[in-house]
T-cell receptor
Framework: SQQGEEDPQALSIQEGENATMNCSYK?????LQWYRQNSGRGLVHLIL?????REKHSGRLRVTLDTSKKSSSLLITASRAADTASYFC????????????FGSGTRLQVQP | TAGITQAPTSQILAAGRSMTLRCTQD?????MYWYRQDLGLGLRLIHY???????GKGEVPDGYSVSRANTDDFPLTLASAVPSQTSVYFC???????????FGQGTRLTVV
């Protein structure tokens, strides 16, 4: 079963608007990561947040983590057409298998 | 820097035939992973290896095998392909602690 589930599944916005994607997970984690995938390409790492952190920033990206609710959000500010892609959250659990478990992703379309 | 190299890029395979998907990394990462990506299901972990000489089963290991004879190579073998193994396969690697993962460009496999 998938550890992470993203919401919404698809999002369409205008250039300049902010885009918010949410991720929920099931078990306790060591860290949570967000990845981007352009159509037909491999995934690219965007940002990592550890279980003892609540918020991180990287350029136009802002990630929050609420371990009590087992949820995270990714905010992309001032979106650009080039931000059009699928975005995935991935978790690494505290115990057991040491590997990334991915959610099903959010497809973001930024209209120019 | 090449990073992660997968081969072939795409393949059409007759059901019942065997095939090995190749994956090589030049970053000296300890951990390597194989995922399959199907529409609407995100990425699912097939097998992983936390260090050379060891492998582990992921979420969907049936019908696949892997080996990790050295740090750089992590081939995935389908012993007898079935149509349900039609998918895009991604290889990835990461350093110790499962922080940022680097992905190959994928192998698109069609089993007919």
């Amino acid at each position: 079963s998938q550890q992470g589930e993203e919401d919404p599944q698809a999002l369409s916005i205008q250039e300049g608007e902010n885009a918010t994607m949410n991720c929920s997970y099931k078990t306790s984690i060591n860290n949570l990561q967000w990845y981007r995938q352009n159509s037909g390409r491999g995934l690219v790492h965007l940002i990592l947040i550890r279980s003892n952190e609540r918020e991180k920033h990287s350029g136009r990206l802002r990630v929050t983590l609420d371990t009590s609710k087992k949820s995270s959000s990714l905010l992309i500010t001032a979106s650009r057409a080039a931000d059009t892609a699928s975005y995935f959250c991935a978790t690494v659990t505290d115990t057991g298998r040491r590997a990334l478990t991915f959610g099903s992703g959010t497809r973001l379309q930024v209209q120019p | 820097t090449a990073g992660i190299t997968q081969a072939p890029t795409s393949q059409i395979l007759a059901a019942g035939r065997s095939m090995t998907l190749r994956c090589t990394q030049d970053m000296r990462h300890n951990a390597m992973y194989w995922y399959r990506q199907d529409l609407g299901l995100g990425l699912r972990l097939i097998h992983y290896s936390n260090t050379a000489g060891t492998t582990g089963k992921g979420e969907v290991p049936d019908g696949y095998s892997v080996s990790r004879a050295n740090t750089d190579d992590f081939p995935l073998t389908l012993a007898s392909a079935v149509p349900s193994q039609t998918s895009v396969y991604f290889c990835a690697s990461s350093g110790t602690g499962v922080t940022e993962a680097f992905f190959g460009q994928g192998t698109r496999l069609t089993v007919v």
